[in-house]
């Protein structure tokens, strides 16, 4: 049994998202105070937790914030991935808020590996957040690999170094292209804000595809830089496979499309 003085510190601070076939259990804002270039930025961070129908029997109700505290210790929670958000500002009311959707990147957001641009991309969104006033950062911890899982990048990679491309590789595995989902990322974006938000993202189809899914998005604004040689065809890639936008659409991307 979990203490009821235990309970009341939680009680207000975990929310449920309900969902068609699931549900998202969303615990936070929590302060989380940011060395952001030297300079501490504080945002208010969450993390959530996707439980399918099967997995919340019997959390439902009153005591559910109980209950489900009382159960995560059996859930061994530390073998599954749980995604966060960052906000900053007045994110609910303010004018305009940018929203990163960031897909997690094991070797590049926190080895700063340079064979892709995910380590800058985070860093430079939280950035542009801060300057912005308003905004949230996504960080969508089933998204490794384009969603295929760290073991499988790893595979992917070994394919990559013997010439095959970020697409090819993912398919030659046996894996789509691009298996990630932002459907969970989304209902707890609509929780924390309904007025509409601009998405950090180079790619046009995923604002497509956000918008599809319900999300409130009504602009984009573009996110290059860090490109290197180490990354230079992962970023062509991208360009001439996924649809994302490049130099010859007037957006920066330094030295790729030129050559
Ligand atoms: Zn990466």
Known sequence: MIKPEIVSILKNKIQTIERSDSANILVGPITLPVN???ETVTFKWYSWLHLTNEERTGLA???L???LIGRLAGMKLADSQQSSVLVYGDFEHADTALIRMHSICHTG???GSKRCDCGYQLHQSMKMIVENGSGALFYLANHEGRGIGLFSKAMAYLLQ???YDTVEANLELGFEDDSRSYADAISVLQRLRSKPVTLITNNPKKLKALKAAGMNAVKRVPLWGDVSVFN?????TKVSRSGHLGAQDGEILPGIMAR
């Open 36 to 38: 952001l270039d030297g």
């Open 61 to 63: 109700g009153e005591e």
């Open 65 to 67: 914030t109980e209950k």
């Open 109 to 111: 957001d926190i080895f």
């Open 161 to 163: 170094e013997e010439g």
């Open 232 to 236: 230079e065809k992962y970023l062509r």
